[in-house]
């Protein structure tokens, strides 16, 4: 397997590629922005994107989905439940200082239970609302070690914002223990923004899961 995780645009938003080599099929996570690096870094691997998957709607997260998917091929994928968020592409970029991101149709929905595969990577979504109605965390079992994908649901001692609109505190945490937590404390979690940790760190000392 192929794996790269690396930071996209102002806001630095963590990109993962996860590629099979067999195949030369990639999974994206979260490419938001820079698509010339995230092509040149497929490019690198001998990769074609398969699917764009987007853990929320946030512009960080999904803004490049355009020219993202023009570039780089793949079904571009988000949870039905953010699609009215994503139609705000316009007012985020003006409330962020950033260019505007064109809002273009998607080619299907993210829902909770579905696997996306490529070669013999797959990946599994968990429906995690609580940063947006449609958050979604992915995870990632590989020769018996899961890393966990939670866009802006986990951090390192912090859980995402909550106070967006159509969330609550109680949600996030809710999907966060329900969710997440289920996990073994070995787990890697890489989330959308910073460095990654773990669910046995975050078990122990993340203050909102106290």
């Keep these: 397997m192929i794996a790269e995780t690396f930071a996209v645009g102002a806001l630095a938003c963590n990109c993962t590629i996860l ?60 949870h039905p439940a953010d ?9 985020q970029a003006r409330w962020l200082g950033l260019p505007g991101a064109d809002v273009v149709p998607l080619d299907g929905d993210l829902v909770e239970g579905d696997r996306f595969v490529v070669g013999a990577v797959a990946l599994d979504v968990l429906h995690t609302p609580g940063h947006t109605p449609g958050s979604s965390s992915f995870a990632l079992t590989q020769d018996g070690r899961t890393t966990l994908f939670t866009g802006d649901t986990l951090f390192r ?21 329900e969710k997440l937590l289920v996990f073994a404390d070995a787990t890697d979690v890489v989330p959308g923004h910073g460095p990654a940790t773990t669910i046995g760190t975050e078990r122990a000392t993340n203050p909102f899961l106290q």
């Design 83 to 91: 699609l009215p968020l994503y139609g705000t592409l316009a007012e």
């Design 157 to 177: 001692g912090v859980v995402g914002r909550w106070d967006l609109g159509g969330t609550s505190l109680e949600d996030i945490v809710a999907s966060i223990r």
């Design 19 to 78: 590629g099979d080599a067999a195949t030369g099929e990639a999974i994206v996570i979260d490419g938001g922005d820079d698509v010339a690096t995230i092509a040149a870094r497929l490019a690198a691997h001998g990769l074609r994107a398969r699917y764009l998957l987007h853990t929320h709607a946030h512009i960080d997260h999904i803004g490049a989905v355009k020219d993202l998917r023009e570039r780089c091929g793949g079904d571009a994928l988000l």
